[in-house]
């Protein structure tokens, strides 16, 4: 073999090892690129289902990605607050009802002028010392000295000129007296007839008479008697005291106008009675914050509610709380009040076993205004419109 065929078959070998060398380089440089350019967090690869081992987890990762994709979210949001359904309307007692209660509850009293009568009639004989004791008990019982000095004048001279002897015809004189001292020709009848604008009644009083319980209770009367009722929550000192008439409201479907805490009252009943125009209902009630009658500029502020209100329609009816209890405290109450406001009628609270019940004569004859409403427990329809004969006959029923 010459030397030039020597030279060719080496440089062949020479460039195809240079070819396998340059072949495997690029290969690898391949490898490389494609390692760099796979997203980091790949699934790992899949191993080989096994014994027991569910066909789905034969995916490794991605199996276990697609579960939890498929899960509901976890959220953060707080529950949605539902409000409770509105609690059933209340259907009222009726007024005739009330009237009868009345007289079962007083019936069953032991106050002082119940004792007096029971007294009187009780007695085979009656004498001065006779006439005595039972003045002297009515005038504990409330009635005052005037009323009293003129009932038992009145008796006396028609048991004397009569020849009364037996307690059926004393008690049929007795009860005659009373109705006629009790007055049954005064107009006890509430304004709530709507005429061109809603019949607007404020009630006014003293704290601790039960005003705004009152006013709740008064609602349920006038809805029992089909009128279309809106409240006014003008007492604002008080912090409850919008809460509670709204609630008393709610039970029989009445609505009930507020304000803040602390805000004029008067805005507040201006506001209860543009409402109730608006809407043309039968009557507002516009309620008041419990006020000290010796408090000279509360009282001015009462008189202030009044005006108010009268710029968008008159105030029917201007009803005075009193506390049956409070006796002649009561009867200093109503003065300074009618005075400032000009009261239409008197609502007695409590007058139950624990009052004395000839305060009824005495508020009247000193206000010359009637009794309108009478109280008698906690019971949301123990409100009764006063009825002087059922009144009369429910004291001298322990004399039966």
Known sequence: MDAATLWLITGGVLVVAFLIVGLVAANRRAAQRRRQAEPRGRAQPSRPAGPGRPDSEADG??????????????TTTPPELVEPEAPPVEAPEAPERRLTRLRRRLAGSNNALSRGLLMLIS???IDDDTWDDFEETL??????????TELVERLRTRFRVDGVSDPGTAKAILRAELVQLVDPNLDRALAT??????AVILVVGVNGTGKT???GKLARVLVAEDKDVLLGAADTFRAAAADQLETWGSRVGVPTVRGAEGADPASVAFEAVRAGIEQEVDVVLVDTAGRLHTKTGLMDELGKVKRVIERQ??????????DATTG????AQARIFAEVVDVTGIVLTKLDGSAKGGIVIQVQRELGVPVKL??????ADDLAPFDPEAFVDALLEPAA
């Open 123 to 125: 007695r085979d004989k």
């Open 61 to 74: 990762g991605t199996a276990v990605a697609d579960r939890q994709r498929a899960r509901p979210p976890t």
């Open 139 to 148: 005038i504990t019982s409330d009635l005052g000295v005037a009323p009293t």
């Open 313 to 322: 329609a008159p105030v029917r009816e201007v009803l005075l709380v009193l």
């Open 374 to 379: 009478v109280g008698l427990g906690e019971g």
């Open 213 to 215: 319980t009152t006013v």
């Open 193 to 198: 007839e709507r005429l061109e604008q809603p």
């Open 328 to 331: 002649q405290n009561g009867l």
